[in-house]
């Protein structure tokens, strides 16, 4: 199970940095440059696991005691499925592709494959996981408690426990695509947990994930080239997007990068522009964003645990508050990776837990965030995906951002600069994900049929009023604005309808797709404002039931996908169409294409 093993490259830091050391002693003079910290050259225990349905007990020898010894004094914990605990403040520990080591086999053992005793992106992917999901039931747990004393939530606020994600090393693979991201032999692996290897196969071994990081600078600016021109105006409809100069304000240099990187690679692979080799540097360079977030989900944890403890001089606030922004920025960039992808994310949900939780506190929301357009348009953002996110879920959950997060319409920023929808419409599309909730859990009451769809209602069709107060720094025609706005709004009134269910609402909903078609028909297909109109389309197009409908919105999501060549976009087809052949709703179809504990972002 344990190797040990020495660095030749350099010290610990720099070969978790995957960058040459000059191997100066005692610190070497890059880490002396950068401010970080020299972690030495000296031997190292490393503790690497295959989840394998369980742990067998093996014969004790010398190395079996000299881990056993050494992991009774560093904290290292032997569970039960075979994974490891890392400490959260030992550096030898941390969760990182570049020390993960080769297993080795008992005499009596057969081996599985060869491929195992080699490095791959699935094996440091398990590792960061399950260090990743430790920090979060930390921060979650830890953050819960404040919140309830600082916060009040929804009394109806309902979402999975944190127990349903029991198996979360495989759950991680599914935010990336198993399916694309593991060759043959490493879903026979990750799939089937009894499975054993052949020893009359010859399997071959991934790549090292080492090399993936080798870039030449005429690769590397290519890279950032594309992110920036083609890339990075299809996020979002901001004419100069905020997010990428907070990625490099509040992270260092090399995560920005990867995180730069990691999205035009996908995007690059999904737009056919190459194979697979830039998918694999992609998942490289999002693997490296990850274990940046664990160290500052880690570091932000033990901060929550001090909130409470005011007069605590060793708490240094404006460290945490940047620790937030570091992991709201990382947050981002892994869920547009998702978005990218496929569009399905089985972690999403725990970053708008995590995001929520930041956000609500009131000093770094009101003396950080809404001091800066800047800085608050990333929970602009963040609430917009968890939105859209809560209303499209089969288990129909709630946001869990709060309704003045979007902004209205005479504020700076707000969800209308970002993407065209207006805040207040936003407020409504929560509304209805809450009456969503209600009903699933058998909760709807006359109440909610009555005044507050009447309510909601009402806040629709006022659209015109929020486009008329906003008129700052648009690239886009009052016109054009005010088509987007009613299209946002249509779709929104055709899910109310179909929430509460009220006398004649189908005659009702295929007028109102009419009016959006005729609408969405009129801009163009390639501007900012429809390119973000992802989950309008899905919604409407879900509902539509006649030849001329339905010919309408394939004719809108395949320009949509042509457009923007994200996964995202991609599996909106997928899952019309299917809803359509097969006469079923969307949850049963996302029910059935999800799987448990995976969203699905229309974004």
């Not at 706005?485 to 055709?494: D, E, K, N, T, Y």
Request: neutral net charge; glycine residues 4%; charged residues 25%.
């Amino acid at each position: 199970m344990g190797k040990i093993t020495r660095v030749r490259t350099g010290c610990w830091t720099c070969k978790k940095r995957h960058r040459k050391c000059d191997e100066a002693k005692p610190i070497c003079n890059n880490c002396k440059k950068t401010g970080r910290k020299c972690e030495g050259y000296g031997l190292r225990l490393s503790f690497d696991f295959f989840q394998q349905g369980g742990v067998k007990k093996k014969k004790k020898n010398a190395l079996d005691q000299v881990e056993n010894e050494e992991s009774k004094q560093s904290g290292v914990k032997f569970e039960n499925e075979g994974s490891s605990s890392s400490p959260m403040n030992d550096p030898a520990y941390t969760t990182s592709s570049s020390h993960v080591l080769e297993r080795g086999t008992t005499p009596d053992q057969t081996p599985l494959t060869p491929m195992i005793t080699t490095t791959s992106s699935s094996t440091n992917l398990n590792h960061f996981s399950s260090a990743l999901f430790e920090d979060l039931q930390s921060l979650l747990s830890t953050s819960n408690e404040n919140t309830n004393m600082n916060m009040p939530l929804p009394d109806n606020q309902i979402s999975p426990p944190l127990n349903d994600f029991a198996n979360f090393d495989f759950q991680i693979i599914d935010f990336i695509d198993k399916s694309q991201i593991f060759d043959a032999n490493h879903k026979l692996l990750l799939n089937n947990v009894d499975s054993r290897g052949d020893t009359g196969n010859s399997l071959a071994a991934p790549p090292d994930p080492t090399t993936l990081f080798a870039m030449s600078h005429q690769e590397e600016n290519m890279m950032l080239k594309h992110f920036f021109k083609k890339l990075l105006p299809l996020l979002d409809g901001h004419p100069k997007s905020p997010w990428p100069d907070l990625a490099l304000q509040y992270c260092d240099f090399d995560t920005a990068r990867s995180c730069f990187i990691s999205l035009a690679c996908i995007h690059m692979y999904e737009s056919r522009a190459g194979g697979t080799e830039l998918y694999q540097k992609g998942v490289a360079h999002i693997n490296n964003t990850m274990d940046h977030l664990i160290h500052y989900i880690r570091e932000n944890s033990s901060k929550m645990n001090k909130e409470q403890e005011v007069n605590d001089a060793s708490v240094d606030v404006n460290k945490k508050h940047m620790s937030y922004f570091v992991i709201l920025v990382l947050m981002n960039v892994h869920l547009l990776f998702a978005v990218l992808e496929k569009g399905k994310s089985s972690i999403a949900r725990e970053f708008f837990k995590i995001f929520a939780t930041i956000c609500k506190d009131p000093v770094f929301y009101n003396q950080i965030l809404k001091t800066s357009d800047k800085r608050r348009s990333l929970a602009v953002v963040l609430s917009w995906y968890d939105t859209i996110g809560a209303i499209v879920t089969p288990d129909c959950r709630e946001p869990y951002c709060l309704p003045q997060w979007y902004g209205r319409a005479i504020d700076g920023i707000s969800t209308s600069k970002m993407m065209g929808c207006p805040g207040e419409i936003f407020v409504a599309i929560g509304e209805v994900a809450r009456l969503r909730n209600k009903k699933y859990n058998g909760l709807l009451e006359d109440e909610d049929r009555t005044n507050v769809y009447q309510r909601i209602r009402y806040s629709l069709v006022s659209y015109r009023d929020y486009v008329l107060a906003y008129d700052k720094d648009s690239t886009e025609s009052f016109a054009n604005r005010l088509k987007c706005a009613l299209c946002w709004s249509l779709a929104v009134w055709i899910t109310l309808n179909k929430v509460v269910e009220p006398e004649y609402y189908m005659d009702t909903n295929s007028k109102l797709a009419a009016e959006f078609i005729h609408t969405y028909d009129q801009m163009d297909s390639k501007s900012s404002l429809v390119t973000q109109m992802v989950w309008p389309v899905y919604a409407v197009g879900c509902e539509c039931k006649n030849d001329w409908e339905r010919s309408c919105l394939t004719r809108f999501m395949d320009n949509l996908y042509e457009n923007t060549k994200m996964g995202t976009t991609a599996s909106l087809k997928e899952i019309v169409l299917n809803v359509w052949e097969r006469n079923i709703t969307q949850e049963e179809y996302l029910i059935e294409w999800l799987g448990r504990g995976v969203d699905y972002l229309p974004l």
